[in-house]
């Protein structure tokens, strides 16, 4: 590396502060990740009138969020911009297509710009590395807003939900039915984090990252690897599932064909806990990865896991943008 290069970077990233960049599940620690949910549960209470705040109701009063997408989404999008729009601040929404990202600007030197603008950045993409430079780059907090690795921010909706609907998850055992993909990996990531045992059933071809499983078991996660749907469910306390087909597939041909025995029906979920939950991130392909009366069953929790998208990013938004004091929001104040 040149000694200007150095320079730079060194000149970028070496404030007295670091900011809290929310890569990937693994990045907190479990007490932090648990503390992000108490605020996202405290705050989701507020909102509905359940807990009188501690805090007046807008922690991110003049701040903006920039979210930045190289890959559609419909929860994504939604679910950060009206999060931080109900804790006070902004947002701007940048494709790539209309920024010069999409003519070839390099992401450092859009990370070092966009962090002149905005208190913090969402990243959607279809290139891990994207998002690690902005990472290195921006000197305001980055959040995953999914790459072709990972899905950290639907992971943590979906624990929100599970505890909502059964309590704590620690201990509670996890079926992950399907493609072993980037939700899959935020998913195994998770179980090492909030101490749930978590069976996959997926073709062997696509078999989650070893990586990725290898650093789960590391760090005492209990996690199952088998071809066989059944072996997954049997006495499972959530069933999940997602597309056979991500954005950043190109085989799709290929993965239905492979798949065809990974759908979940109700048989399969016979084989679960009697009041077994069904989980997706959404969107769903009805008929392909999941029934359409698995979906509409009283198992399934699909939407509110679409819902809690915007409770559990409001307590992560609150996490990297407001300093010590973080913890503090969605507290119950006096009555
Ligand atoms: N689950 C999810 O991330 O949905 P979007 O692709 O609509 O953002
Ligand atoms: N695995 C899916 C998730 C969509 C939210 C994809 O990457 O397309």
Same mark, same amino acid.
């Given at each position: 590396?040149?000694?200007?290069?150095?320079?730079?970077?060194?000149?970028?990233?070496?404030?007295?502060? !670091?900011?809290?960049?929310?890569?990937?599940?693994?990045?907190?620690?479990?007490?932090?990740?648990?503390?992000?949910? #108490?605020?996202?549960?405290?705050?989701? !209470?507020?909102?509905?009138?359940?807990?009188?705040?501690?805090?007046?109701?807008?922690?991110?009063?003049?701040?903006?969020?920039?979210?930045?997408?190289s890959k559609p989404s419909?929860?994504t999008?939604?679910?950060?911009?009206?999060?931080?729009?109900?804790?006070?601040?902004?947002?701007?929404?940048?494709?790539? @297509?209309?920024?010069?990202?999409?003519?070839?600007?390099?992401?450092?030197?859009?990370?070092?710009?966009?962090?002149?603008?905005?208190?913090?950045?969402?990243?959607r993409t279809g290139r891990t590395?994207?998002?690690?430079?902005?990472?290195?780059?921006?000197?305001?907090?980055?959040?995953?807003g999914l790459t072709p690795d990972s899905h950290?921010?639907q992971?943590?909706?979906?624990?929100?939900?599970?505890?909502?609907?059964?309590?704590?998850?620690?201990?509670?055992?996890?079926?992950w039915?399907g493609d072993g993909n980037n939700v899959a990996s935020s998913l195994?990531?998770?179980?090492?984090?909030?101490?749930?045992?978590?069976?996959?059933?997926t073709p062997?071809?696509l078999?989650p990252s070893?990586?990725?499983?290898?650093? @789960?078991?590391?760090?005492?996660?209990?996690?199952?690897?088998?071809?066989?749907?059944?072996?997954?469910?049997?006495? !499972?306390?959530?069933?999940v599932t997602d597309t056979w087909v991500s954005m950043s597939d190109e085989d799709a041909a290929e993965r239905i064909?492979l798949l065809?025995?990974y759908?979940?029906?109700?048989?399969?979920? @016979?084989?679960?806990?009697?009041?077994?939950?069904?989980?997706h991130c959404l969107p769903a392909h009805?008929?392909e990865e999941?029934?359409?009366?698995?979906?509409?069953?009283?198992?399934?929790?699909?939407?509110?896991?679409?819902?809690?998208?915007?409770?559990?990013?409001?307590?992560?938004?609150?996490?990297?943008?407001?300093? #010590?004091?973080?913890?503090?929001?969605?507290?119950?104040?006096?009555?």
């Amino acid at each position: 590396m040149s000694a200007v290069l150095t320079d730079i970077r060194a000149a970028t990233a070496g404030s007295a502060t !670091a900011p809290r960049h929310f890569l990937n599940i693994r990045d907190l620690d479990a007490t932090t990740l648990r503390q992000i949910l #108490d605020v996202a549960a405290g705050v989701k !209470a507020m909102q509905q009138g359940r807990r009188r705040p501690l805090h007046p109701a807008a922690p991110l009063a003049g701040r903006t969020l920039g979210i930045l997408l190289s890959k559609p989404s419909t929860r994504t999008r939604v679910s950060f911009e009206v999060g931080v729009r109900q804790l006070g601040g902004d947002a701007v929404i940048l494709t790539s @297509a209309e920024t010069q990202l999409g003519r070839g600007e390099s992401v450092a030197d859009t990370a070092r710009v966009l962090s002149r603008f905005v208190d913090a950045l969402v990243l959607r993409t279809g290139r891990t590395a994207a998002l690690e430079d902005l990472a290195k780059w921006s000197s305001v907090p980055v959040i995953n807003g999914l790459t072709p690795d990972s899905h950290p921010v639907q992971i943590l909706a979906d624990i929100m939900t599970f505890e909502e609907h059964r309590g704590p998850i620690g201990g509670r055992t996890v079926a992950w039915i399907g493609d072993g993909n980037n939700v899959a990996s935020s998913l195994i990531e998770a179980a090492a984090r909030f101490g749930f045992r978590l069976r996959l059933a997926t073709p062997p071809s696509l078999a989650p990252s070893e990586r990725v499983v290898a650093w @789960a078991r590391a760090e005492g996660a209990d996690i199952t690897l088998t071809d066989d749907p059944r072996e997954a469910v049997a006495g !499972a306390d959530c069933v999940v599932t997602d597309t056979w087909v991500s954005m950043s597939d190109e085989d799709a041909a290929e993965r239905i064909i492979l798949l065809e025995p990974y759908r979940v029906d109700t048989a399969l979920m @016979a084989r679960a806990a009697p009041d077994a939950l069904f989980m997706h991130c959404l969107p769903a392909h009805i008929g392909e990865e999941v029934t359409a009366e698995v979906f509409e069953s009283r198992a399934s929790v699909v939407f509110d896991e679409a819902e809690n998208r915007l409770h559990a990013q409001k307590g992560l938004l609150i996490w990297a943008l407001c300093g #010590d004091a973080w913890q503090t929001y969605g507290q119950e104040g006096e009555r």
